[in-house]
């Protein structure tokens, strides 16, 4: 969300779904994001499916992914 107390979406020209994305795969990792969730255009949504097996390293890359998608 953009704003917490508003519970505003994010703006859409900052394609941040996929950036997200595109971050993820980058480091081996497999989400899936689509835009305009909301109402066709608004509103990100990310859908995390991560392996049953998952090893600390791959969590921190994926939370690595997400804080640089989310500043790029």
Sequence with gaps: MAERETKAPLDPAKQVAARLKKAAFAN????????????????????????????????DKFAHAARYAGTA
Aim: glycine share 12%.
């Design 28 to 59: 081996e990792l497999i989400c899936y994001s689509m835009n305009g969730t909301i109402d066709g255009q608004f509103g990100d949504h990310i859908l995390i499916a991560p392996p049953f097996i998952i090893t600390g390293d791959q969590i």
